[in-house]
């Protein structure tokens, strides 16, 4: 092993440590906040100036696992080289894939939403 390249390898060590507790932190923080969020919620707020507020909680969660899942199975499990290392893990390849395609996508809801509420559009159809 190289001398010089030492300090390359003592370091992914622990960027990948450090993304798997970011990782599960991220998982823990978002499951302990679906739980209380929808837990907290009673029957007298679940509509709020009449804005189904509940109804439109549940319909973004089951949306967001939905598409995570779908995404997932249709990911692509070619195996990639890269630097020339052969990636060959057939879950972590659509994984990867899942997630970033499904990134991509809430970003363009996110983004379609923005648009909309900027635009103005909701108050013109009201008037």
């Not at 390849?93 to 990134?103: A, Q």
Request: glycine share 6%.
């Amino acid at each position: 092993m190289d001398m010089a390249n030492l300090g390359n390898y003592l370091l992914a060590e622990v960027m990948l440590w450090l993304m798997y507790a970011a990782l599960l932190t991220a998982v823990v923080v978002a499951v302990i906040s679906a739980v209380h969020s929808f837990r907290q919620r009673s029957e007298s707020i679940a509509m709020s100036n009449k804005v189904p507020r509940k109804r439109i909680a549940w319909g973004v969660t089951g949306f967001t696992v939905l598409l995570l899942v779908i995404t997932c199975l249709a990911g692509s499990s070619q195996p990639l080289i890269i630097n020339g290392i052969s990636y060959t893990d057939r879950f972590w390849l659509k994984t990867t894939d899942g997630l970033i395609v499904s990134s991509a996508i809430l970003i363009l809801i996110a983004a379609c939403f923005v648009v909309y509420g900027v635009s103005g559009l909701n108050r013109k159809l009201k008037n």
